[in-house]
């Protein structure tokens, strides 16, 4: 057995161990670099074969760790034991860390003979296209994104030009180089080269993070409700009124705000079912002038149960969650799960989803891109939901996640949403993290978890569009496979 190779793939379970901790609600940012710049180290030698595992230990480990919530989804609310709930989340990790295996089988066959900068570019290139996959994939899990833990810094300033992935590729870009010159120490030229890159690329960070591409074009005066209903009794029957009360009573002195916000599925009865209750709240919100939004189930011409918004009042308009939770809201391989355990029958779990193309929400005359829970994860989703919106806006219910670092990981993407196209968002949950979110991506103001309460305050309406907005994360990806493809083709000219 080879001692120096074990002690590598341990240095890539470190690696990986340790990134959750970069991230909310944690925030040691300085943990994404070395755990890049660690795995970096761990995969320069080796065989393919060593070279697949130590890609796939490092996602195994980041995951273990860094989505832990999921236990508590199963646990707490899905009915299964302890042993079965960590049965369950162990699958699913060991499960989805496989498509780590492409990755290091493609670096350790056509990219590695690469050095210095090049190979950093690389490695900072296929990390991204790796995290892409991921976003997509068997309906993605785009969640540990490496560029989620340098929000708060700085070092976060190509968002709005090339989105999170961008975000990414510039810190393990840099975590590479850096590593490459502390590796090459005694060779001066080498740690010249890298350490000059590095220090180049965070000056281009640095610049980008002091412009704004669009511009204030008014405000609004906003209320957010968290309700913090108990998960455990939200869908009975006999839950319905005293729900509607908590929320009328929360809501009861801010009718004259310019938008109230409910969180997802607030009212707990179908839309058709709902007429009077809407009636009501369309009657007291347009006295004062103003516009709710909030989520409620509804039913398709079919009967499929689907997961909506709708504005009220001075506003207009219903939105179809279009990008559905795995087993919370739908259920893969429905014909062999359905029914196993109480987490895959769960009430809601019979979702369809809405169109991709649909009008957005208003708010008197200020236009509304809406994201319910999940979906607000998805970078180019969001984008391209409404072109040149005047506000974002996502609803959601962190429930699921308990006291778990979930939620705090959920706040942290949306917050990296709001950067990312230049737009103020305001954010309404059952139990935390409600809150205001400005255009630059910082938390402006919260609700304490796990506490009914409702959150005033005015916020920033935005025109203009960032690069992002446009163009999405094509233009990055795109310059991504053609780093892989040039260090490859170089490779097979340089081969004897």
């Not at 980008?208 to 998960?231: C, K």
């Not at 455990?232 to 004259?256: G, N």
Request: net charge neutral; with cysteine; hydrophobic share 45%.
């Amino acid at each position: 057995m080879n001692l120096r190779s074990i002690q590598f793939e341990l240095l890539a379970i470190l690696a990986g161990a340790i990134f959750p901790f970069a991230l909310a609600p944690f925030y040691y940012w300085p943990l994404a670099f070395v755990s890049a710049a660690l795995l970096y180290c761990a995969t320069l030698t080796g065989s393919r074969g060593r070279s697949m595992l130590r890609f796939y230990l490092y996602n195994l480990a980041m995951f273990v760790v860094g989505v832990s919530w999921i236990f508590v989804s199963i646990n707490q609310y899905g009915g299964a034991s302890p042993l079965l709930a960590g049965f369950l989340v162990g699958l699913f990790v060991a499960a989805y860390s496989l498509i780590s295996l492409p990755q290091g089988y493609i670096y350790a066959k056509w990219l590695r003979s690469a050095r210095g900068p090049l190979l950093a570019l690389t490695f900072a290139a296929l990390w991204v296209l790796q995290e892409w996959f991921r976003s997509w994939f068997l309906t993605g899990f785009p969640w540990l994104f490496q560029g989620y833990a340098v929000l708060d810094t700085p070092l976060v300033g190509l968002a709005p030009y090339a989105g999170i992935f961008g975000v990414s590729f510039t810190v393990v870009l840099v975590a590479c180089l850096l590593a490459d010159a502390l590796l090459n120490l005694k060779r001066i030229r080498a740690v010249a080269i890298s350490g000059g890159t590095a220090v180049a690329m965070i000056l281009i960070t640095l610049g980008a993070n002091q412009y704004d591409q669009t511009e204030r074009s008014g405000r609004l005066e906003v209320a957010l409700v968290q309700g913090n209903i108990d998960q455990h009794v939200k869908w009975r029957r006999e839950s319905v009124q005293p729900i509607l009360r908590t929320y009328f009573s929360l809501t009861e002195a801010h009718y004259d705000a310019d938008l109230i916000v409910w969180p997802e599925a607030a009212i707990t009865v179908f839309h058709d079912n709902a007429e009077n209750i809407l009636a009501t709240l369309a009657d007291r919100v347009s006295a004062g002038d103003g516009a709710l939004v909030l989520g409620i189930p509804d039913r398709s011409d079919t009967g499929s149960f689907q997961n909506t918004v709708v504005s009220i009042g001075e506003g207009g308009g219903q939105y179809i969650k279009r990008r559905l939770v795995p087993f919370g809201e739908y259920v893969p391989l429905e014909s062999i799960l359905r029914g196993a355990i109480t987490f895959f029958d769960l009430p809601m779990s019979r979702n369809r989803p809405g169109p991709a193309d649909q009008a957005p929400l208003t708010a008197g005359d200020i236009t509304l891109s809406t994201s319910i829970c999940y979906e607000v994860v998805y970078p180019d989703l969001v984008r391209s939901t409404v072109n040149d919106p005047d506000l974002l806006v996502t609803i959601s219910n962190d429930t699921w996640f308990g006291t778990s670092i979930g939620p705090w990981q959920h706040l942290q993407m949306a917050q990296m949403r709001a950067l990312e196209n230049g737009r103020s968002m305001v954010r309404a949950t059952n139990n935390g993290v409600t809150g205001f979110i400005s255009h630059r991506g910082e938390l402006l103001d919260s609700l304490p978890q796990f506490e009914a309460g409702t959150l005033r305050g005015e916020v920033d309406l935005r025109t203009g569009t960032t690069l992002f907005h446009r163009l999405g994360s094509y233009p990055l990806l795109l310059l991504s496979l053609f780093m892989l493809f040039y260090t490859a083709f170089r490779r097979q000219r340089s081969s004897p």
